[in-house]
Antibody, heavy 124, light 113 residues
Framework: QLQLQESGPGLVKPSETLSLTCSVS??????????WGWIRQPPGKGLEWIGS???????YDNPSLKSRVTISVDTSKNQFSLKVRSLTAADTAVYYC????????????????WGQGTLVTVSS | DIVMTQSPDSLAVSLGERATINCKSS????????????LAWYQQKPGQPPKLLIY???TRESGVPDRFSGSGSGTDFTLTISSLQAEDVAIYYC?????????FGQGTKLEIK
């Protein structure tokens, strides 16, 4: 059974860079049909997609965050990562990682499964 | 971007009664080449990640109780819970995966009346 687990610091200072990792178990991150995504959810608010990466490093990303975000993949560790630069309080959120399958016709499909999420607070 | 708008924002339904949540997309999510609606529904309980309920607008994920059903096409979609159970209290989100700028509805909070 595929499982994902986020890890990273719970507290980061404004203007600094957040680094999160998602570890994949029960399957290979190098499956050609899979993309690996990041989604965030500010406390009490809705879901915002950040970006999704294939093991080949093909990336789909959210233009509104693209200038501050780097997503990468490490196949040797079966992990993928997220960096968000120039943090502000508005980046405070639960960050989730999840899998998306490649659609045979159009882009990618739904998110499933999801990791449990990790709360990141941006505060001095 | 495709904007997903859910209604209502919150809903209180008696146990055993029907609950209906609506989702409207700002443009069609029906892909004509395969005649599929690129629309999913998730359930999120407090402190948990979203859980996939429905994909292709009406296909129930394995293990999801059959009281959950999805319908609709094009721009208008509905999630129906035929007989509300206490464990269905949650926030429900629709999600379009038609365009690679993936977006979600704002969520509908479902409570027991």
């Amino acid at each position: 059974q595929l499982q994902l687990q986020e890890s990273g610091p719970g507290l980061v200072k404004p203007s600094e860079t957040l680094s999160l990792t998602c570890s994949v178990s029960g399957g290979s991150i190098s499956d050609s049909s899979d993309f690996w995504g990041w989604i965030r959810q500010p406390p009490g608010k809705g879901l915002e997609w950040i970006g999704s990466i294939h093991y080949s490093a093909r990336i789909y990303d959210n233009p509104s965050l693209k200038s501050r975000v780097t997503i990468s993949v490490d196949t040797s560790k079966n992990q993928f990562s997220l960096k968000v630069r120039s943090l502000t309080a508005a980046d405070t959120a639960v960050y989730y990682c999840a899998r998306q399958k490649r659609d045979n016709w159009n882009g990618l499909d739904w998110f499933d499964p999801w990791g449990q999420g990790t709360l990141v607070t941006v505060s001095s | 971007d495709i904007v997903m708008t859910q209604s209502p924002d919150s809903l209180a339904v008696s146990l055993g009664e029907r609950a209906t949540i609506n989702c409207k997309s700002s443009q069609s999510v029906l892909y004509n080449s395969n005649n599929k609606n690129y629309l999913a529904w998730y359930q999120q309980k407090p402190g948990q990640p979203p859980k996939l309920l429905i994909y292709w607008a009406s296909t129930r994920e394995s293990g999801v109780p059959d009281r959950f059903s999805g319908s609709g096409s094009g721009t208008d979609f509905t999630l129906t819970i035929s007989s509300l159970q206490a464990e269905d209290v949650a926030i429900y989100y629709c999600h379009q995966y038609y365009r690679t700028m993936y977006t979600f509805g704002q969520g509908t909070k479902l409570e027991i009346k």
